[in-house]
């Protein structure tokens, strides 16, 4: 027996398809049932690679007397909040309201027919633990309240509704306009940041790539303070369990604060801000772990996420054969058979296996725990000695892991998540002069744009050959940026072009021309019941902040006012909420960064040897504040980006409205 989700393209879904449950997806089946029988709504938002989603579901949606009540009492919705970001950022919202302290997934809302959230939780067990009220009583009681204290809940209803509508931004239309939270923003981080382990709080530890985004634009920009923390936190993190020690890629956050053992689903998001991080570091310091951690995530991309018709997968499973990390732990005995004395001798060491287990006191999860260059001293080897030792080992361990039955992995593709790992891979490909990871950039914008784009919009997901979803904010910005950071990395005439329609189509489909900003939805997107508008960073970073930082980028290349004026409005819109809370807006503040001092713009033109020699060698010299575009001669290249061809390189300088005359010898230049 299957439900309505076995004909459903998520994975997430599908997942629940042999449910008890009489699940609907969202939609007007669902809805017109609910008004009909005037029956509240159970919506269950999850995603395919979260640990208490699974959870949940084995606790109460596979279970037929927790069925047999969802069925009798309420209409059932399950969303993938992948799919759905709309739907997941109004009802997480809700749930901050409902409950006064943040969500998270599984969510769990209760609705009215009107889809006016009433009562919000998480994950709930069947019956009562962990502190948290027995699923089923929940809902008797919930459906209790419904038919017996209607009017409580209609008037509660009412202001939800109203404090929902309440959180969207006050335009502030002449801010002043200043470095103030810049520098507050360091100030915070620095009251929050880890001296021991890095990061910016206890357990449980995020990545969060904005804030360290900000703190590098800070550092090469000469902030020690702000150095020291993100680069501290940078070597913490690739040397924790959070980072997959054997097979690359890094895990969505770790559970304790020395970011040794994580929850282990590995996502797209994460790991392409995390790469275009780890490559600006290694430019910054020549340290080699942070190259070895930007070469580890492109390694994990490239063997488990690429699909075959392009692009990259969404994530992979924390659980394998019903267990949390299976898949990447270890027992003494098992590395101890694997390896010859001498390997292990420096594997337990550098991986911390002499230690005790870390992961539920039975098995080890790799860490960093000792420098290669300590334990060969420890053992009188060489460093080349004990290296050849170590990755003898790492290949033997890798082998073995990769005989065992793998997590599961989502296997839509997102045109958002692919931007971000576009942009990080372009990036990285061109601070490290590595052309491969260039081209891997250049064949997913070619999936994407094959797939993803009809008639000057995009879709949001693409599965088995089918592209749906009408694409939001994140969709267009962060595509919109990726391009800007591959136009860098490899100019394509076709990029140039794509990145203008996504700019106007950004203006045209989602900006508030009245208010400023954009909204998370376009104009002629299904009406919810409310309408986000977000401008702070969580785990990926704002949709406003990339649109507006993007915008001003390309306005300051092509000399476009239009641009640059809703760059403006959007800074505006959320300038009052930037200056009372600073880092919770990161990518907004780098846009007040260039609003502030724009973006010092390098074009290089001349024969595409020496234009891609001159590229390559001023790549890791460059900072955040620089746009270098690269444009061989015979290239067709926009009007404002059109300087004359000759037999020798050239740069053309602009910070502004100031030019610099050409640069025709490379060994002048200055930093």
């Not at 590995?266 to 310091?285: E, F, Q, R, S, V």
Request: charged share 20%; aromatic share 10%.
């Amino acid at each position: 027996m299957t439900n309505r989700l076995a004909t459903e393209p998520s994975p997430y879904l599908l997942q629940h398809a042999d449910n008890p449950v009489d699940w609907y997806p969202w939609g007007a089946e669902a809805l017109d049932r609910a008004r009909r029988e005037n029956k509240p709504i159970l919506l269950s938002v999850g995603y395919s690679a979260c640990h208490w989603c699974h959870v949940m579901a084995h606790d109460c949606f596979e279970d037929a007397e927790v069925a047999a009540v969802m069925n009798r009492l309420f209409v059932n919705i399950k969303v993938d909040r992948e799919e759905r970001p709309d739907l997941d950022q109004i009802y997480q919202s809700a749930h901050q309201l409902l409950t006064q302290r943040g969500g998270g997934w599984p969510l769990t809302v209760f609705l009215t027919p009107d889809q006016t959230p009433f009562f919000a939780g998480t994950y709930f067990p069947k019956t009562p633990r962990y502190q948290l009220p027995g699923f089923i009583d929940l809902m008797e009681n919930i459906a209790r309240a419904w038919h017996e204290r209607r009017g409580e809940v209609l008037a509660q209803n009412e202001a939800v509704r109203t404090a929902l509508a309440q959180q969207q931004p006050t335009p502030d239309p002449q801010p002043a306009l200043n470095a103030e939270p810049l520098a507050a923003a360091v100030r915070d981080l620095a009251e929050g940041f880890d001296p021991v382990w890095g990061g910016f709080s206890r357990a449980p530890k995020f990545p969060r790539p904005g804030e360290l985004f900000f703190l590098l634009r800070q550092a090469q920009g000469g902030n020690a303070q702000a150095r020291e923390m993100v680069l501290f936190s940078l070597k913490k993190m690739a040397s924790g369990g959070v980072v997959d020690q054997l097979g690359g890629g890094f895990c969505r956050y770790s559970v304790d604060e020395q970011w040794a053992i994580p929850h282990f689903e590995k996502m797209l998001y994460d790991n392409g801000p995390l790469l275009h991080l780890y490559a600006d570091a290694w430019a910054l310091t020549g340290e080699p772990l942070f190259a070895d951690t930007a070469m580890g995530i492109v390694d994990w991309l490239l063997r488990e996420m690429r699909a075959p018709e392009g692009g990259f997968y969404s994530a992979l499973d924390a659980d394998s054969e019903g267990h949390e990390g299976k898949f990447y732990v270890w027992t003494p005995d098992q590395v101890r058979a694997l390896l010859t004395e001498s390997e292990y001798a420096v594997a337990a060491l550098v991986y911390g296996f002499d230690q005790p287990p870390n992961f539920e006191n039975t098995s080890w999860n790799p860490i960093l725990a000792r420098s290669l260059s300590e334990v060969a001293a420890e053992f009188e080897l060489t460093e080349f000695d004990a290296a050849a030792l170590l990755k003898s080992a790492r290949q033997k361990l890798f082998a073995a892991r990769e005989t065992r039955v793998r997590p599961g992995r989502d296997d839509k593709q997102l045109t958002s998540w692919n931007a971000l790992m576009i942009a990080g891979l372009a990036h990285a490909g061109r601070v490290m002069s590595r052309p491969d990871w260039v081209a891997e950039a250049h064949a997913a914008l070619d999936f994407l744009r094959a797939n993803l784009w009809r008639d000057g919009r995009l879709l949001a997901s693409y599965k088995h050959g089918e592209a749906r979803l009408n694409a939001y904010l994140d969709d267009y910005a962060f595509l919109f940026d990726a391009l800007l950071e591959t136009l860098q990395a490899g100019y394509r005439e076709v990029d140039m072009a794509w990145a203008q329609q996504l700019a106007d189509a950004l203006l045209t489909h989602f900006e508030d021309r009245e208010a400023g900003g954009f909204f998370f939805t376009s104009h002629d997107h299904e009406a919810l019941i409310t309408r986000p508008k977000p401008g702070y960073d969580n785990a990926m970073p704002s949709g406003n902040g990339v649109a507006a930082f993007a915008l001003q980028r390309l306005s300051h290349l092509l000399g476009e006012p239009r641009y640059l004026e809703a760059g403006a409005r959007c800074l505006s819109l959320f300038h009052a909420q930037l200056v009372q809370q600073p880092i919770a807006y990161p990518t907004l503040l780098a846009v007040l960064d260039e609003a502030l001092v724009p973006p010092r713009v390098i074009l290089l033109r001349g024969p595409v040897a020496e234009v891609g020699t001159w590229a390559t060698t001023l790549a890791a010299r460059l900072g955040a504040r620089d746009l270098l575009l690269a444009l061989p001669n015979g290239v067709d290249v926009p009007a404002a980006l059109a300087k004359p061809e000759s037999e020798r390189p050239a740069a053309w300088i602009c910070s502004g409205m100031t030019c610099q005359p050409p640069l025709s010898d490379l060994s002048t230049w200055e930093d």
